[in-house]
């Protein structure tokens, strides 16, 4: 009697076998393949790590921001530790992402926005060393903080891009 009140009550009964093959299909379609096996749950967790290390390059160059201009009305200048904190911190962002681009390989977009960030990430370390002088002549001439500003756009898109690669790289399993 059980088992007749269960088949009354399936939510399936008269759906035709074509019915059944779309709801397979479907389901079919929401699963992550390519976080099935353990190489792919690595690839995942390699280009999340660097969209999370990109997002804490950001916090920290803010930081930093907001710390400069802090000292900067101060007379003790600022420390030397900190220059030294975030050119390690933008050196080991860098190398996890290129572990993300190796992870990211097989999905093209992924790989193209991961790229991507990685190329802004590299831009930002050289930003100072080639425009350095246009910035700060924009920032005598203006009186605004181009520097600081372009620093944040840049860890910004960065962050903007590799979160959007990560998310490109889920829908493409």
Do not use: K, N
Request: charged share 15%.
């Amino acid at each position: 009697m059980e088992r007749l009140a269960a088949i009354a009550a399936c939510p399936f009964r008269g759906w035709t076998s074509v019915h059944i093959a779309d709801l397979r299909l479907c389901l079919a379609r929401r699963r992550r393949p390519w976080l099935t096996s353990g190489v792919q749950r690595i690839a995942a967790l390699l280009v999340g790590l660097y969209a999370w290390l990109v997002t804490l390059a950001l916090g920290a160059t803010a930081f930093d921001i907001a710390a400069a201009s802090a000292v900067v009305t101060s007379a003790t200048p600022p420390p030397a530790e900190a220059a030294d904190l975030m050119l390690s911190l933008m050196a080991v962002t860098t190398v996890a992402g290129l572990a993300a681009v190796g992870a990211a390989w097989p999905r093209r977009s992924a790989r193209y926005l991961v790229a991507a960030s990685i190329v802004v990430v590299a831009v930002g370390l050289f930003t100072p060393a080639l425009l350095g002088s246009a910035i700060d002549a924009a920032q005598v001439s203006t009186g605004l903080r181009v520097g600081a500003s372009v620093r944040l756009a840049e860890a910004g898109l960065a962050s903007i891009l590799a979160f959007v690669g990560l998310r490109a790289a889920w829908r493409e399993g």
